[in-house]
């Protein structure tokens, strides 16, 4: 069985920072491209940060240069540094796994993680 279990989120303030971990089980972790998503209130998903099974990795403009992606294959985690954090970061962080991050290409998906950006 499939699970995606995130963990990480909470209240930063403006210019703070979170590390998000989606710990994965159910599947050959290694294997697959693994990425993150969010969603704000009232907004659609939006992809954020994605990492082949081979490290490669690519961001959205809005948050290259403050966010960095990585993962640990021999503990089936993926992570998501958030450094600068803004309150336009606030936003529920879905973690999913497939062959890549673009429609159709997530296969699982995780039940997400708060975060919050506010003084």
């Known amino acids: 069985q499939v699970q995606l279990v995130e963990s990480g989120g909470g209240l930063a303030q403006p210019g703070g920072s979170l590390r998000l971990s989606c710990a994965a089980s159910?599947?050959?972790?290694?294997?697959?491209?693994m990425s993150w998503a969010r969603q704000a209130p009232g907004k659609g998903l939006e992809w954020v940060s994605g990492?082949?099974?081979?490290?490669?990795?690519d961001y959205a403009d809005s948050v290259k240069g403050r966010f960095t992606i990585s993962r640990d294959n021999a503990k089936n985690t993926v992570y998501l540094q958030m450094n600068s954090l803004k309150p336009e970061d606030t936003a529920l962080y879905y973690c999913?796994?497939?062959?890549?991050?673009?429609?159709?290409?997530?296969?699982?998906w995780g039940q997400g993680t708060q975060v919050t950006v506010s003084s």
């Open positions: 990492i082949y099974d081979d490290g490669i990795t």
């Open positions: 159910g599947f050959t972790f290694s294997s697959y491209a």
């Open positions: 999913g796994a497939g062959t890549g991050w673009g429609q159709n290409e997530v296969d699982f």
